[in-house]
């Protein structure tokens, strides 16, 4: 019999990693634009050829088997080096053309990002971008509407109509400004907040994207007046680093706020609540050319930077991974 890797199909690899993205047959057949029983009959050769089980799923759920993660993890690496050959003899055609519209709230800080936008012009620098922001329910809204190919936003859930990965995890604290009664105090109780004024995301209701910050101030007690609302996430920097209240920000994003004694980090200490960023498109959409390159390239870039590295980490580091393995 002859050894697997002589003759396994790359063709259901790539198949393979589309079902592990977006967490369920149908919607990868979608983005295939293949039949959800050619999908299924793809997973199936593919178990059948490795002989394990890859993915456990029935009506109600969808379960990537401990063989399927590392199936996963290893046809992301092969797909990384066939992109590298390709890129090498030209087969990427960098005179691809086409405009992208993408759909952002405001304040992201995302060093995975980042990288992927500084691989991807220097790999197609004919496309161009235009990027709209906007607040997260607008940008689901927008994204419904097929007013851009992608989005990136927070939310409770994911609309019906939309596709939805978790992009990056955001752990939210309560910080003061250096003008505050309370800057620079340590081992302070949460009692000593409950009167405190405070500045609040226009989101941060029962109902909002931010309502577990919401449910947060509820539970303990925090009942301090809303001096200072804002949908805009630097506005809201803004208005507690100048001692106007106490208010709830992303602990990455201020950091060098805190070192440089412009912030100062309230209880409790190990935060309030973790917010996911989310990247969705609509399940419907039809991409260009251009948009087409452009989803392939950031998903598959996903799969190669754990979801708790991307908010500080880029694509670098999976080349320095590539690079050790390579030498051993």
């Known amino acids: 019999m002859r050894p697997v890797h002589d003759t396994l199909d790359w063709n259901l690899l790539r198949t393979f990693i589309v079902i592990v993205q977006e967490g369920s047959v149908s919607k990868a057949a979608s983005r295939l634009y293949l039949s959800q029983p050619a999908v299924s009959l793809s997973?199936?050769?593919?178990?059948?050829?490795?002989?394990?089980?890859?993915?456990?799923?029935?009506?109600?759920?969808f379960t990537v088997t401990k063989a399927g993660?590392?199936?996963?993890?290893e046809a992301i690496d092969i797909y990384a080096n066939v992109a590298r050959l390709a890129a090498s003899v030209g087969d990427f055609d960098p005179e691809v053309v086409g405009h992208i519209s993408?759909?952002?709230?405001?304040?992201?800080?995302?060093?995975?990002l980042d990288s992927v936008f500084e691989r991807?012009?220097?790999?197609?620098?004919?496309?161009?971008?235009?990027?709209?922001?906007?607040?997260s329910q607008e940008v689901q809204n927008a994204l419904a509407q097929r007013q851009g190919a992608m989005g990136i936003c927070l939310a409770l859930q994911c609309p019906s109509n939309l596709n939805s990965q978790i992009l990056a995890?955001?752990?939210?604290?309560?910080?003061?400004?250096?003008?505050?009664?309370?800057?620079?105090?340590?081992?302070?109780?949460?009692?000593?907040?409950?009167?405190?004024?405070?500045?609040?995301?226009?989101?941060?209701?029962?109902?909002?994207?931010l309502s577990s910050l919401a449910v947060f101030r509820a539970h303990h007690g925090l009942k301090g007046n809303v001096v200072g609302q804002s949908s805009s996430l630097q506005e809201i920097q803004r208005m507690?680093?100048?001692?106007?209240?106490?208010?709830?920000?992303?602990?990455?994003?201020?950091?060098?706020?805190?070192?440089?004694?412009?912030?100062?980090?309230?209880?409790?200490?190990?935060?309030?609540?973790?917010?996911?960023?989310?990247?969705?498109?609509?399940?419907?959409?039809?991409?260009?050319?251009?948009?087409?390159?452009?989803?392939?390239?950031?998903?598959?870039?996903?799969?190669?930077?754990?979801?708790?590295?991307?908010?500080?980490?880029?694509?670098?580091?999976f080349d320095e991974m590539s690079d050790v393995e390579t030498a051993k």
């Open 43 to 61: 997973l199936k050769r593919l178990e059948e050829r490795l002989g394990q089980r890859l993915i456990e799923r029935d009506s109600h759920s």
């Open 69 to 73: 993660h590392l199936v996963y993890r």
């Open 169 to 209: 995890r955001q752990r939210y604290r309560l910080y003061c400004g250096k003008s505050h009664t309370l800057f620079g105090r340590h081992n302070l109780p949460m009692d000593s907040l409950r009167s405190e004024n405070y500045v609040s995301f226009g989101s941060e209701q029962l109902d909002g994207v």
């Open 240 to 317: 507690v680093i100048a001692g106007w209240g106490i208010g709830c920000l992303p602990e990455h994003l201020v950091q060098r706020d805190v070192a440089e004694g412009r912030l100062w980090p309230l209880p409790p200490y190990d935060g309030v609540a973790e917010i996911d960023l989310h990247v969705m498109w609509h399940q419907d959409a039809r991409f260009s050319e251009a948009e087409t390159i452009f989803m392939e390239f950031f998903l598959n870039a996903m799969g190669k930077v754990q979801l708790e590295e991307r908010l500080t980490t880029g694509l670098e580091v």
């Open 120 to 135: 991807f012009h220097k790999q197609f620098p004919q496309i161009t971008f235009s990027i709209e922001d906007m607040s």
């Open 102 to 112: 993408l759909l952002f709230i405001t304040g992201i800080q995302c060093r995975f």
